[in-house]
């Protein structure tokens, strides 16, 4: 939870740096003052204490970072030549990570090219810095919103009917939970598809499943997958909220368009980890391959060692596949039985059943 009150203290916008001054605060010991510019409140730090204060990326007027320095506080600058802000205080949109119609020149691909340079101290502090402000930003985001997940296979192409199942899950679960996927293409892009169709007719679904079907897939030409969704986000422009959360990692997959929240990270454990935790109304599991599995028992883990107040539960779909072909639902239900989790692990047949369990209305 990001500490508005306490020792420490958060300040992520001008006008909550302006509210704390204007209360009478003086001291600003154990303030952490993220991404301001703070080129014209040179009067407001000359005449507070800033001893113990920690500003990370902020921009000063002339003086005034050597000024602060020199008083105790703590000055994190930019890390020069990184093409993402390492201090950023709010989660992508898919138009900031296209911010060109060429993929290769997008913001995306750039910060993927530079994350593949060989490491180095200024890289890898730049890349550290990055996602621990995306993780703030997340917590301020999902705050009061209740995620429900839905994860799947990354190679499900468009016009397969693994797709449109994912979508259609993903538009019953989105009327009533913000959808959270891990933001790629596939099974991920169609739930995050279906919860941006969510305030629209089922007709709308089909329709643009049948316009995404033109291009199916992300390879050979990024930008033709990317620009098929964009010209889907154009007709239905009055969209739903979803989240993603993908990795320059995996940087081969592209981001998807739908998601009106994205949390990208460098560091793909970190959003492993916080994916699975962000989702308090449970996941989904739809068919896939390694990655998925992984998944599951991740998520069984955190079930396992929870707090029963707080086990999410856990629905797999596709009885034929979790029991025959990729045989996760026997050690999974061995996993809980007799333990709190027993009654929140679900397997069906169908995505109508999964979005029946978890839709929460």
Known sequence: MRRTRGRSVEVQSLADFDRRLASGATQMSGWHLQGLDLTDRRAELRHANVEGALFLGCR??????????????????????????????????????????????SLDARAYAWSQQPADRDATLAQALHDRAMDDALTVWVDARSLVGVMGGHALERGDRGYADAALLGHLLGRTRTVATGGGPGAMEAANLGAYLSPAPAEALTEALALLGAVPAYRPDVSAWAAAAFAVRETWPEGGESLGIPTWHYGHEPPNPFPSAIAKYFRNAMREAILLEVCDAGIAFLPGSAGTAQEIFQDACENFYADESSVAPMVLVGRRYWTEDMPAWPLLRQIAHGHPMEPAVHLVDTVEEAAALMSGG
Do not use: H, I, K, M
Request: proline share 7%; hydrophobic share 35%.
């Open 60 to 105: 000063f007027g002339n003086g005034d970072e050597e000024s602060v320095r020199a008083r105790g506080a703590v000055v994190f600058p930019a890390v020069p030549g990184v093409p993402v802000d390492t201090y950023r205080t709010r989660l992508y949109t898919a138009d900031e990570l296209y911010d060109t119609t060429d993929y290769a020149t």
